[in-house]
């Protein structure tokens, strides 16, 4: 059962589940800043052809800690926001540093997916302007700003989410370029990080760098470099605005995906 965040008595709890827990249709347009730092737009999103996928939460929400690892699975079973869906956590009331306590202790760590909080990314204004009052509320917004579902309930498995999706024409799909993917992690190190004007990759145990290509959180494709196998290599990130970013490094034994923030 959702948790009533203003009020508890049962006369309204009967109301949350009488009707939708956003009564909009059409979504209000809102641009966030996540606990990265990284600012996100809404329509800038949904414009992208993108559905847009919001786990409404608060942290210290029981329902919230227990449903929130089926979100994250939807979030790898539908890309890592690099294929069809958006997914992002919009918090209420709490501070950037809660929300990362949070996942680190719901999650196992960063989400992957950004995470707004209420109280220093702006997520309490989103929680007014949807008219959210239990929690968690999750909401799916298609690409024409249509709310196709006000309240994706009940979650009890990864498997909830892909009835709601499927009934709008969703569908499964890997995330690219195996962006989740840690194959060399352990033999590839890339600093400094945050980077302001250049990346440096370095690998041990003989490996060789053969392509570097580096991603936007949106899995767009921005650097797309060939090199003769090297095991050190600086790469000219001036041309990047500030962000998060995906580093996909290949070299004869696989693959290797990094993060790297941008300043």
């Not at 309204?12 to 589940?17: D, T, V």
């Not at 989410?161 to 499964?172: C, G």
């Not at 290509?213 to 797309?224: A, I, M, P, S, T």
């Not at 095991?231 to 070299?251: P, Q, S």
């Amino acid at each position: 059962m959702k948790k009533i965040y203003i009020f508890s008595i049962l006369f309204f709890l009967s109301i949350s589940f009488s009707k939708a827990q956003t009564s909009l249709s059409t979504a209000v347009d809102f641009t966030v800043t996540d606990t990265d730092g990284n600012t996100h737009n809404l329509f800038n999103i949904l414009n992208s052809g993108k559905y847009v996928c919001i786990d409404f939460f608060f942290t210290t929400c029981g329902p919230c800690q227990t449903t929130c690892p089926f979100f994250k699975e939807t979030f790898t079973n539908y890309g890592c926001n690099t294929q069809d869906v958006f997914f992002i956590s919009i918090d209420n009331g709490d501070t950037d540093a809660e929300v990362d306590a949070y996942e680190t202790m719901y999650l196992g760590g960063s989400a992957g997916f950004p995470a707004v909080s209420g109280n220093e990314g702006g997520g309490n204004g989103v929680v007014t302007a949807y008219g959210v009052s239990a929690f968690p509320t999750y909401i799916l917004i298609a690409p024409s700003k249509t709310i196709v579902e006000q309240d994706m309930w009940p979650i009890s498995s990864a498997a909830n989410f892909d009835t709601f999706f499927a009934a709008n024409s969703l569908s499964q799909k890997a995330c690219l370029s195996g962006i989740t993917e840690e194959t060399l992690a352990n033999s590839i190190s890339v600093f400094p990080n945050p980077a302001i004007d250049r990346l440096v990759i370095e690998t041990s145990n003989n490996e060789k760098v053969n392509t570097v290509k580096v991603f936007d959180v949106l899995g767009k494709l921005l650097v797309d470099n060939k090199v003769e196998g090297t095991e050190r290599l600086e790469l000219n990130v001036t041309d990047l605005e500030k962000g998060i970013y995906y580093m996909e490094i290949t070299t004869g034994s696989g693959k290797a995906v990094k993060k790297f923030n941008k300043q």
